[in-house]
């Protein structure tokens, strides 16, 4: 008759079923619900994460418009960027490359 009182929840104590009930809860909500701590933590993260780069592409957005405002006002960048990156010449010209 002992062992039968044991598994019977009803005659536990309501401290070891509120202990049972809170671990359920803190397991619940910390890892397996849909919007669970854990869960929350890693999108947190990954939101700071994004703001990062999207700081980073501000920067660099504003860097190739001030280039490309550069390319529309002043002839001599125009012609810096078609000799170096594209290897372009004007007529009559010998360009010599360096390498390192």
Do not use: C
């Not at 619900?33 to 929350?40: K, Q």
């Not at 703001?51 to 190739?64: D, G």
């Amino acid at each position: 008759m002992a062992d039968f009182q044991l598994l019977n929840p009803l005659r536990w104590k309501k401290s070891f079923l509120i202990s049972i009930l809170a671990g359920f809860l803190v397991l619940w909500f910390g890892f397996l619900d849909n919007y669970s701590i854990y869960t929350r933590y890693q999108l947190h993260q990954e939101k700071a994460e994004l703001k990062r780069e999207i700081e980073q592409l501000r920067t660099e957005t504003e860097l190739l418009e001030t280039q490309i405002n550069q390319l529309h006002t002043d002839s001599f960048h125009f012609e810096r960027i078609a000799r170096e990156e594209y290897g372009m010449k004007k007529p009559g010209e010998v360009i010599y490359e360096i390498r390192d």
